[in-house]
Structures are given as C-alpha cells and as structure tokens.
C-alpha cells in the first residue's frame, strides 16, 4: 500500500515533502518538487533489522528508478543519522522502504530549496 505525501512550505521558496510511518516494502505516493532543484532526504524512526530506504524518480510516474546524491551514489537511508542531497530533479519522486522487520516504521522527509 502506498503511503500519502504530506506537502507543506515551512518558508517562502522553500517546500517539505513527507511521508508517515513507512513500513517494510512500502512506498510512498509520488510528489511533484522538480519546481525545486536543489534537495535533501533523511528518515527517522524505527529501521528494525537491516531497514533501508530508497529514493527513486520518475518523469512518467509509472518507470521508476534509484535517485543518487551528490557522490553519485545510489541513495539508500539506513539510519537517522544520514541526510543526502539529491542528484537527479525528476518529475516524480518517492521514497521505497527496500528492507526491514516487522518493527520497521520511517519518516522520510523530503526538503527542497
């Protein structure tokens, strides 16, 4: 089951995406935040055994792929600690939990500058 995006704009040029409580294996709806090219992720909450967190996009909102930071790297959250910049400005964008327990629940917030 795909998980609803809270959108909110906390200050003027700036939006946050969010998406409550994500368990094991889902995803959450897509948002639309190309309007701002520069932003970061992170996740909070409860990872369980090995939780991780995709950030993928999409320009068709049906194909989608793994979004990479700023390294180049494909962006996988797997602790509270970690925020990364995101590389590609997709039209499309959604976080995927990839792993995880039955404990597993996550936050994943989306800001864009």
Known sequence: MAVHVLTTYPEEGAVNA?????ANAESG???QLSKWPTKSVHAVGTFGAGGSVAIEGSND???WAVLRDGTGTDIALTAATIVRDILENTRFIRPRVTAG???TSLNVIISGM
């Open 18 to 22: 969010s998406w409550p409580a994500l």
């Open 101 to 103: 327990d039955g404990t």
């Open 29 to 31: 709806n897509h948002a």
């Open 61 to 63: 909102g049906t194909n």
